[in-house]
């Protein structure tokens, strides 16, 4: 995979999936003396975050094109829902047992989608993706049984909801972004519009939590905003200089990231049974992802 991929574009993919697991953990980190938080006012200041480097980088970038902009607004209310879920799913269990599930689920669900719409019958590799994919699936739910706590049952729930979510935006803006002519621009608006939209429905009589978190954790919005954007935008420059399904793939590797930052700086208790199930989905995912 990585031969045909340049060595600094290759360190790129990598940080990018470092930014993308960086900005969750940001979302799921717990408060004062590690007391588990809210997780909504961090996601909202992560969003917005976003929605403002868009809003300054726009201006000196190429618009997308009117046929785009339908697909625009159509991805928007669905990353909307996509945030709403993220926050149920980290609210309820680990940021090592939803990630996994809601990032490497959305490949499988997205390669069942497009088969029919596109007439094309699944690979062999993408059938033993899809087995990876359902026996980490299967070995996360049997883990969270094992330890009888019914939020991490919870958390499985909207994760998958979620990767049902990513799927239908994947879906919306691999037609979309074809038809933009800036895919720069395509993505920017998305942020722009999703953040405005996500910020003005959760700020309602939350206006001075969101100050107090914003205050109690500075680099949030800032840190959260580069790198919700630079983890996209580096994977869609990427794309431009080697080849589409193993930049896709490469992009996979934050499902590593996410389970050793949960274990190693939030504490998680990752254990035998979650470990395995993170390695299925993770292999099933790049599998998917390269076929």
Not at 54 to 61: E, K, M
Not at 174 to 198: N, Q
Not at 262 to 290: D, K, N, P, S
């Amino acid at each position: 995979m990585t031969a045909s991929i340049p060595p600094g574009v290759l360190a790129a993919v990598l940080g990018a999936a470092l930014l993308h697991a960086t900005w969750n953990a940001l979302v799921k980190a717990g408060g004062k003396g590690g007391a588990p938080a809210d997780p909504l006012p961090a996601t909202v200041l992560v969003v917005l975050g976003g929605a403002l480097v868009s809003a300054l980088l726009l201006p000196f970038i190429t618009a997308p094109a009117r046929a785009s902009w339908p697909f625009i607004a159509a991805s928007s209310l669905t990353q909307c829902a996509y945030y709403l879920l993220l926050i149920e799913a980290y609210r309820s269990g680990d940021m090592s047992h939803a990630y996994p599930l809601m990032r490497g689920s959305a490949p499988l669900l997205v390669a069942l989608v497009n088969g029919p719409l596109t007439g094309e019958s699944l690979k062999p590799v993408q059938w033993l993706a899809m087995l990876l994919i359902c026996g980490g699936v299967l070995a996360m739910g049997l883990a969270a049984g094992a330890r009888g706590a019914a939020s991490q049952r919870r958390s499985t729930v909207f994760a998958l909801l979620t990767a049902c979510v990513i799927a239908l935006y994947t879906l919306i803006d691999g037609a979309g972004v074809r038809r933009s002519g800036a895919p720069a621009a395509y993505t920017m608006w998305i942020f722009l519009l999703t953040g405005a939209a996500v910020t003005a429905w959760s700020a309602r009589g939350r206006v001075q939590e969101l100050v107090h978190t914003a205050r109690a954790r500075p680099l949030l919005l800032p840190v959260g905003g580069v790198s919700t954007v630079g983890s996209y935008g580096i994977a869609l420059w990427a794309m431009t200089l080697a080849p589409v399904a193993a930049i896709a793939a490469l992009r996979e590797t934050s499902i590593l990231f996410a389970t050793a930052i949960a274990a190693l700086f939030l504490r998680e208790r990752v254990g035998r049974g979650r470990l395995l199930a993170v390695a299925l989905i993770a292999c099933g995912a790049v599998a998917m992802r390269l076929a």
